[in-house]
């Protein structure tokens, strides 16, 4: 007995450092995206770290971002716990800490590493000149991956994910509604600070407003794949008065298992199977077409599926 408290405390142990490591390195990719990609492209993204470019650009360029981030963001942190209790707790201080931290590592802006500014590398001002989508593309792609590592971690880099949360305790508001009417709130903001400030005169304030939305929308969904993971498979729920023939068809064309569920039609009063199994992406569309050779009228209903543990399916890393 003694062993396995051990074994368990080794594992509970494990988990926590692990991750502890991937806020950090999420953290610091998302950093990265923020910090070489965007922040000299006048393309800010939501929340907390696009207030903090916002107030960047109106102040001359005096403080650095990374630590306007933290500033920002620590009122909220204590907003939080004091709404919430401890579901903010270490590890968001932790996230948006670290996040903070890196973003002006990265520029620079940390005594003793001023000659890092990784931000004027010669490749990254050819694509700030050259190819400015491919530019906020890579941005985009580096800020959902490393939020999403922190989020699939347990982690939070605070900021718009606390007031969500907070707006939704008092007032009842969804925490994707409140999330989005931020963000929204936030680029409009910074687009008018940019137009102020004529600070990009190769490009106008509405344009790179219209790039901060669509930066928005392509984090978001990199950041829902690394939560939920890439949809490899799609289950599909079929309801036919030819159930047999259809699940012998199943087994026999495609390999697959399938599994017969008692069902009864609430209409019709009427005791028929229906039948659910689970096939690759590749085979959806030969799977629908099948059944509906089969069965014109049959009912199906086509799900996507993020993880497969059997056989017959590869497990996710």
């Known amino acids: 007995m003694a062993a396995n408290y051990r074994l368990s405390q080794f594992h509970f142990s494990w988990r926590i450092v692990r991750d502890y490591f991937f806020i950090l390195f999420g953290s610091f990719i998302m950093a990265t995206g923020i910090a070489i990609f965007l922040v000299d492209a006048h393309v800010v ?29 620590l009122p909220l942190f204590i907003w939080g716990i004091a709404e919430l209790g401890s579901r903010f707790g270490l590890r ?10 890196f973003v002006d590592f990265l520029r620079g802006n940390v005594p003793g ?13 050819d694509l700030l000149q050259h190819d400015f989508l491919f530019l906020i593309l890579c941005g985009a792609v580096l800020i959902g991956l490393g939020l999403g590592l922190v989020f699939k971690f347990k982690g939070t880099t605070a900021g718009s994910d606390i007031v ?6 008092r007032y009842g508001v969804k925490p994707g509604q409140a999330i989005m009417f931020t963000d929204f709130f936030v680029i409009s903001l910074a687009g008018i600070v940019i137009a102020f400030k004529q600070l990009n005169v190769t490009r106008p304030a509405l344009t790179l407003t219209l790039y901060a939305f669509f930066l928005l929308f392509v984090s978001s969904k990199i950041i829902d794949w690394i939560i939920d993971g890439f949809d ?25 298992g399938a599994t017969a569920l008692k069902g009864r039609g609430l209409y019709t009063n009427v005791d028929r199977e229906v039948i659910f199994t689970v096939v690759s992406r590749r085979e959806i569309g030969e799977l629908v077409e099948m059944v509906k050779t089969t069965d014109p009228t049959a009912f199906i209903i086509v799900n996507d599926v993020h993880e497969v543990l059997g056989e017959g399916f590869r497990r996710r890393i």
């Open 164 to 169: 969500a949360a907070i707006l939704n305790k």
């Open 45 to 73: 993204p939501g929340g907390v770290t696009g207030l903090s470019m916002a107030i960047y650009y109106l102040s001359g360029n005096v403080m650095p971002i990374g630590l306007l981030m933290w500033i920002l963001n």
């Open 232 to 256: 490899y498979a799609r289950s599909a729920l079929i309801i036919s008065n030819k159930s047999d023939e259809i699940s012998k068809l199943i087994m026999n064309r495609f390999s697959r």
């Open 113 to 125: 590493f001023r000659s890092i500014q990784l931000q004027r590398l010669p490749s990254i001002q």
């Open 92 to 101: 968001t201080f932790v996230g948006f800490s670290a996040n903070s931290f």
